[in-house]
């Protein structure tokens, strides 16, 4: 594989080139204390700002003085312990997949009504758990503008590099600089995390890799170093550089999304993942994971559940709920899949 001048002006111009062009905080715990009828989730920092989204537009959608349940979400990061609704249990607040599963795993709906979920059901978790998809992303590599790597890395790079086979960029290609390459990977919860060393086949953390960055932040200082690489979801970079779906910390900062295997994960055109991407196996669907008996429960609380996330319901059914997720950078699902579920 060759760095060609042409690769790393491409790489360059959409440092440079990328506008935003709508503003909004992608930071946003609920305004008010939620009810204890209300669904509340926590968990995914890849999917939090699109839920804080909905939580805003569903609640828009069911009218003022409304006495359905509305629908709240918890960021990842920020002051913990947290109150997630009236008469709730204070717990830690849960950063990344892993952790909202496990929050959803032990508490009731009286504290947590879903978890956020950027990863599919894994072994680990509960099988009377329902993963409920409602969108697609992807997750590249991201590194800085002006550094060492490259615009194209192969599976097998990346593997080698995550696996600390391959420590230089020199040993990708003789042209390149032979200074350390500086794989970072982020916190033990993150879906990304789990999700792209799935991907590489990786189960073990070597000594190379430094870890626990959080995910989907390039204002991270320690991503700045140019010999600096990390996974990215594909979504959460759309949203942040072309959509104004980033603000404080959670911002691209000095990285630009990368290819692999000389697939560009962005159709910079269209402002979407693009479509070649989407058909790797870096593609992902994302989930709000729920409880199989409450998701099936035909009480008031099961109802609002499938309102909210069913096939039938405002996230798979509505136009304010679609936009949304093209300005957050995810692809709808198709009607059918949107709304299905899957239990590990």
């Known amino acids: 594989m060759r760095k060609t001048a042409a690769k790393l002006l491409t790489v360059a111009a959409l440092a440079t080139s990328l506008v935003t062009v ?33 939580s805003t537009d569903y609640n828009a959608y069911l009218g003022a003085g409304s006495t359905q349940p509305h629908l709240y979400s918890w960021d990842a990061t920020g002051s913990s312990p947290i109150t997630t609704k009236t008469g709730a249990t204070s717990i830690a607040r849960p950063n990344g997949s892993g952790a909202g599963i496990s929050a959803l ?37 991201a590194a800085p503008n002006n550094g060492d790597a490259p615009a ?30 500086k794989p970072y990977l982020p916190q033990a919860n993150s879906g990304t995390r789990s999700f792209f060393l799935s991907a590489l086949g990786i189960t073990t953390i070597k000594p190379c890799v430094t870890e626990g960055v959080q995910e989907n932040q390039g204002s991270d200082t320690a991503l700045s170093d140019p010999d600096a690489l990390v996974p990215y979801s594909v979504a959460h970079y759309i949203g ?15 990285l630009t999304i990368r290819s692999i295997d000389n697939t560009a994960p962005v159709d910079t055109t269209n402002k979407v993942i693009s479509s070649d991407f989407a058909a790797t196996s870096y593609a992902r669907t994302v989930y709000n994971v729920v409880r199989d008996a409450e998701w099936k429960a035909t009480d008031a609380h099961g109802a609002a559940l499938r309102n909210i996330f069913g096939t039938t319901g405002w996230v ?8 949304d997720l093209k300005s957050f950078g995810f692809l709808p699902l198709n009607a059918g899949a949107c709304g299905s579920t899957i239990h590990s």
Not at 242 to 247: A, D, E, H, K, N
């Open 22 to 54: 709508v503003s909004g905080s992608a930071l946003a715990d609920p305004t008010v204390t939620p009810a204890a009828q209300d669904i509340v989730g926590v968990g995914s920092d890849t999917t939090q700002a699109v839920l804080n989204q909905f």
């Open 105 to 141: 795993k032990n508490n009731t709906s009286a504290t947590v009504d879903f978890a956020r979920s950027s990863r599919g059901p894994q072994s680990t978790d509960p099988n009377t758990f329902d993963f409920v998809a409602y969108a697609t992303d992807a997750v590249s590599w």
């Open 152 to 181: 194209d890395l192969t599976t097998q790079n990346l593997k080698d590099i995550f696996n600390c086979n391959i420590t230089t960029w020199d040993q990708i290609d003789p042209s390149l600089p032979s200074n350390t390459i």
């Open 240 to 254: 942040q550089v072309y959509y104004g779906r980033g603000s404080g910390s959670d911002v691209q900062g000095p």
């Open 316 to 323: 798979c059914t509505n136009a304010t709920a679609k936009a």
